[in-house]
Nanobody, 115 residues
Framework: QVHLVESGGGLVQPGGSLRLSCAAS????????MGWYRQAPGKQRELVAQ???????NYVDSVKGRFTISRDNAKNTVYLQMNSLKPDDTAVYYC?????????WGQGTQVTVSS
C-alpha cells in the first residue's frame, strides 16, 4: 500500500521561502516520475513540478526559476524548495506520481503566502 505524507507548509510573507517534503512508503520514488501538485480555493488541482525517474525536472511556467524539485533516494523522499513566494502560490500542496493515481493522494500541506 502506497503512502505519501506531505509536510513543511505554513504561513510565510511574500518573498519568503519554504521547503516541502513528501515521505513515501510502498513505492520507490526514483523508479517513478514524481510530481508536486497544488490546489488553490475554487481551482483545479495542477501539476507544478515533476522529477522524472531519469532525474530530469520540469516546471509549470508560473514557478520556473522560483521552485526546485529534488529527491533523496536513500530517504525515499521528494522535496520542493519554494523561493520568492507570491500570494498566488497559496494552496494545498500534494505529491503524487505523474500520471497521478487517485489512491496515492495524501492529506497535503497548506501553504499560505500573506503579509
Amino acid at each position: 500500500q502506497v503512502h505519501l505524507v506531505e509536510s513543511g507548509g505554513g504561513l510565510v510573507q511574500p518573498g519568503g521561502s519554504l521547503r516541502l517534503s513528501c515521505a513515501a512508503s510502498g513505492i520507490i520514488i526514483n523508479y517513478n516520475n514524481m510530481g508536486w501538485y497544488r490546489q488553490a480555493p475554487g481551482k483545479q488541482r495542477e501539476l507544478v513540478a515533476q522529477i522524472l525517474s531519469s532525474g530530469s525536472t520540469n516546471y509549470v511556467d508560473s514557478v520556473k526559476g522560483r521552485f526546485t524539485i529534488s529527491r533523496d533516494n536513500a530517504k525515499n523522499t521528494v522535496y520542493l524548495q519554494m523561493n520568492s513566494l507570491k500570494p498566488d502560490d497559496t494552496a494545498v500542496y500534494y505529491c503524487n506520481t505523474n500520471p497521478r493515481r487517485t489512491a496515492y493522494w495524501g492529506q497535503g500541506t497548506q501553504v499560505t503566502v500573506s503579509s
